[in-house]
């Protein structure tokens, strides 16, 4: 077979720039540090490549979201600590007002420092995050919960979510309203249509006055006895005077803590019911506002409403609620550090198979690096000598 000085270039060159080629890729696989550069160099393996890089990128994601949601929740969680220490001085001095040996000049002086915890309170309520969102508005995180001491809510009921794990949702926000607001309950008493004009008066509002049912006082005149029932537990004080208070709670531990007596000329049959009467909502703000104005004024007597001792109810209701959220928000940053250690092992663990599978391993490439610019330079060394090889040099 005879071979042509065209084809013995040609295939010479060919082999060459092959080399090259080989030698090029070897160079910029070590200049990268990446083992594919192409897909067309490993398709599955750069098919599994993007695959990891997506839940990679998605994993990091996670740990950013935690961080926001953490940051929130964590100045949430202060306000709201901030608030009981509030509340919990406001009840103090709500005890303290309530005492009969206060003047109207020591009332005053507990009002005014009761007002002022008031406002530091609304401005709690109105505590902004770290971009400038209200914390307490729900989706509305522009709109201020409570302008003034009298405003109503001014959010809504929504609770923005951040997406901090796979199918791991975290609220990082609470509504006002369900925080900073309850039911007001305020005791009534009842006249069931007695012969005498008798009159029952609550003389002191203890702090365990939540009724399980109403309680109902009457008198019978033939054996003096007052008669004291919820439906369940009957109590009697004999004989019983006019004018006598009794302590209801200290008759059975069942009955709210209410000292009460009978007033006035009793007959037969005079009887009274006293129950908690259960009001709309309305706003922790005016409910000590209320309470402030009555300390000031001196209306603060146990029948004066709404201003008796119902307001340590309220204002533990409200206590009972602040806690409470607060509880969730601690549950929910504890969820939250779980699933960032959950996140960051994912992370590591994925950043592993990515090196496996995309790093190069530089001895091997190194050392192919060497051997494919030995072949070159033979390749080259090689050819010089043939292209001399024509039968012109011998004629």
Known sequence: ???????????????????????????????TGKRILKPSDDPVASVAILNLQREFNLTEQYLTNADKAENNLVVEEGALKSSTDILQRIRELAVQGLNSTNTIDDRSAIALEMSQLNEQLLS?????????????????????????IGSSYGGDSGQRNLQVGAGVLIETNDAGNQIFEAEHTQTSVTDNGGPSSSSLTIVEIGQTSTFTAPVTVSFASATNTLTITDGTNTETVVPYSAGEPVDINQLNSNFPSFTVQLDGTLADGDSYTLDTQVLPSQTVFKTINDFAN?????????????NNGDFLTNISSVMDTVVDAQAKIGARINVIELQRDINSDLSINMENILSQTQDLDYAEAI???????LGLQAAQQSFVKVQGLTLFNFL
């Open 367 to 373: 050392s192919r690096l060497e051997l494919q610019s």
């Open 124 to 148: 709690l309520a109105n505590t902004k995050n770290s971009s400038g969102n209200y914390l307490f508005s729900g989706f509305s995180s522009d709109t201020p919960p409570y302008t003034s």
């Open 1 to 31: 077979m005879r071979v042509s000085t065209a084809y013995m270039f040609d295939q010479n060159l060919s082999a060459m720039l092959k080399q090259q080629t080989e030698l090029g890729q070897t160079q910029q696989q070590i200049s």
């Open 294 to 306: 009555a300390l000031r004024t001196n209306s603060v007597s146990a029948n004066d409403s709404p």
